[in-house]
């Protein structure tokens, strides 16, 4: 066994334990109030990499939360790779589904449950540990290395592009791998090639200027949640398909590569079904789930409030109701230009008497595709072959990584899914967990990893 990988072994429980104190930093980037946990849970990360042995770790400013950034440099002739994680998770909501509280970390059947286990904090832990097994085994990196952690992943990077482009000289790279994504299965490994691309927005339904008695204004005042209601239902075709005008005008035909390498894809649908608890499956028709998920774009409705409800009944017409709504996108399709289109879409079906406010509207993210043939997924194919035992396959995420799109467009580098987490880990869900097994794993994969792209061609 490598010399690193035994001090992997020989050091498990302390790592366990480093990550049990990562997961207790409630770093909630959507949520004002956790402003200072986010720079807690930077300075704690910082340290992480000072202690693993890098020379040179820095805590950067943005516009919102700070950038950790470490590097180690090698020789002239190495190739040069960039890490990429993000330290911020999602809201908890709903809390009184976790069945312990989600910032007190606990250890079940080789499970680890907090928010963050999964996305990202124990994918994003592995490297900063593989690296420090390396420097202390070793005393060096093989190749140049390059740590960015950020902390506004989860509300859609709005701050990295313009840091990437201040930053460009010192993030100059020729390979970048994101420990956030995940593998197809526990003994079954995946690269991803595509991310579906994101925008979103709040809309907020505004009608008489308070709580109105349901009884006494009834039948002849607007009522917000009805207007909001409409408005929503008339956001999709009867088939599943986006109605908004021009959505499709961008999108690209599924071509018969991409469908010959999803049919590989172990996947059962009635499996899948069973799995979710669900008696049915729905979607645009004519394709099959995993073209739904990976090669379709969507507009889902990820909230809805407004008026009462509580215990029992309130009589009231509310003044005012609420939805957020994200779209994921395919390549070619602009999110600025989907956002104008549900705006206008929304304008044109809203009943009489109400008012339309919208929040939240972000830049989002266009989609990522990486070769096949990309040297840097020959590298990962390679490491993972030996590992599992088998090839990876090939896989389309529906998620969304904007960084991606980010790197490809300010530093002209592919970013290569290098991370273990699998889809029923409950992220972004209650619960969530990530597997030590696969803590450990992605260890000793990153530690392959470095040593494998030292060794050959990296871009």
């Not at 990562?22 to 200072?36: A, D, I, N």
């Not at 008695?213 to 239902?233: K, T």
């Not at 008497?353 to 989002?364: D, T």
Request: proline share 6%.
């Amino acid at each position: 066994m490598n010399r690193f990988e035994s001090y992997l072994t020989e050091h498990q429980a302390e790592f366990v334990d480093a990550l049990r104190h990562f997961l207790t930093f409630p770093s909630v980037s959507s949520l004002p109030e956790h402003k200072g946990d986010m720079l807690e849970t930077a300075r704690w990360l910082a340290d992480q990499l000072r202690q693993a042995g890098l020379e040179t770790v820095e805590l950067l400013s943005t516009k919102g939360n700070p950038v950790v950034y470490g590097e180690w440099p090698a020789e002239a002739d190495k190739p040069t790779v960039l890490i990429y994680g993000h330290y911020d998770v999602q809201p908890v909501d709903p809390l009184d589904q976790w069945r312990h509280p989600p910032f007190a970390p606990y250890v079940s059947d080789d499970r680890i449950y907090a928010r963050g286990a999964s996305d990202d904090k124990g994918n994003l832990l592995a490297p900063v540990i593989a690296a420090a097994a390396m420097l202390k085994t070793r005393g060096r990196l093989p190749l140049t290395v390059k740590f960015l952690f950020e902390g506004e992943e989860e509300i859609g990077s709005p701050n990295l592009d313009s840091f990437i482009r201040r930053n460009r000289d010192r993030l100059a790279c020729d390979l970048i791998l994101s420990a956030d994504g995940g593998q197809w299965a526990e003994d079954q490994p995946g690269l991803t090639i595509g991310l579906r691309g994101i925008c979103g927005c709040q809309i907020d339904i505004q009608g008489a200027g308070s709580d109105l008695h349901s009884g006494h204004y009834g039948g002849a005042v607007p009522n917000p949640i009805r207007a909001l209601a409409q408005i929503l239902a008339a956001l999709h075709q009867a088939d599943g398909r986006v109605a908004l005008d021009g959505f499709y005008d961008d999108v690209r035909e599924i071509d018969a590569r991409e469908k010959a390498l999803m049919a590989r894809l172990p996947f059962e649908a009635a499996r899948f079904k069973t799995a979710l608890g669900l008696n049915d499956l729905c979607g645009e028709a004519g394709f099959t789930p995993l073209e739904q998920i990976g090669l379709r774009p969507t507009l889902e409705f990820n909230g809805i409030w407004g008026g009462f409800s509580g215990a029992g009944l309130k009589t009231v017409i509310p003044a005012e109701a609420h939805a957020k709504i994200t779209c994921r996108l395919v390549p070619d399709q602009d999110p600025r230009r989907v956002i104008a289109q549900l705006q206008q879409h929304v304008e044109r079906h809203a009943p009489r008497g109400v008012s339309i406010g919208w929040r939240y509207i972000e830049k989002g993210a266009r989609a990522y595709r990486v070769p096949l043939d990309h040297p840097g997924n020959r590298a990962a194919a390679d490491v993972l072959t030996a590992i599992y035992a088998k090839p990876p396959v090939y896989m389309w995420e529906g998620g969304s990584i904007p960084v991606t799109s980010i790197f490809l467009d300010q530093l002209n580098v592919y970013t290569i899914g290098f991370s273990f987490g699998l889809d029923d880990e409950q992220y972004h869900a209650p619960n969530e967990f990530f597997r030590l097994s696969s803590f450990k794993t992605a260890q000793i994969a990153y530690g392959r990893m470095l040593d494998r792209l030292a060794a050959g061609e990296a871009a």
